[in-house]
């Protein structure tokens, strides 16, 4: 199994959300990476994307970004949102696509922290597009850790 295959089928297994919106990770050239969803599932009463949805497609997005950031190093890491803020800027109205870019500098943050500490926190930014104009944006605080992390009790 590829690492793009490795995140879907994670995604998929461990949030059963995402299977019913219909979010699928689409594409990773290795710093940019691509999560789409149907417009119908995720419908609000507009007739255009839901924003619960539109903020799930944004999340899942940068937490694709860091995870396969972190396969790619050769890493298996345990990913989680810590923080999200969103900007709605004008209505969905056809596939709800995110898109996020991990540059060189991001990354090298990334890893030092990672491999130093065996955990790192990072900020990605997040875009949705409605044709050529930004629809939503998303800068979201996302952790991850070599194990998952032991619930308190």
């Given at each position: 199994m590829?690492?793009?295959?490795h995140v879907r089928t994670k995604l998929k297994e461990q949030v059963p959300l995402i299977t019913h919106?219909?979010?699928?990770?689409?594409s990773w050239d290795g710093s940019t990476v691509v999560v789409e969803a149907p417009l119908e599932p995720?419908?609000?009463t507009h007739g255009t994307a839901f924003g619960?949805?539109?903020?799930?497609v944004g999340a899942m997005t940068g937490w694709s970004a860091l995870h396969l950031t972190l396969l790619d190093a050769g890493h298996m890491p345990s990913v989680w949102l810590?923080?999200?803020e969103v900007?709605?800027?004008?209505p969905v109205r056809g596939v709800l696509r995110a898109q996020t870019t991990i540059t060189e500098e991001q990354r090298q943050h990334i890893l030092r922290g990672?491999?130093?500490k065996g955990r790192v926190k990072t900020t990605i930014d997040i875009l949705i597009k409605e044709g050529d104009e930004d629809a939503v944006s998303m800068s979201a605080v996302y952790a991850a850790m070599k194990h998952d992390p032991v619930p308190e009790s």
């Open positions: 590829d690492k793009l295959d919106m219909g979010i699928d990770v689409i995720n419908l609000n619960g949805s539109l903020y799930c810590a923080k999200g900007a709605y800027l004008k990672y491999e130093a």
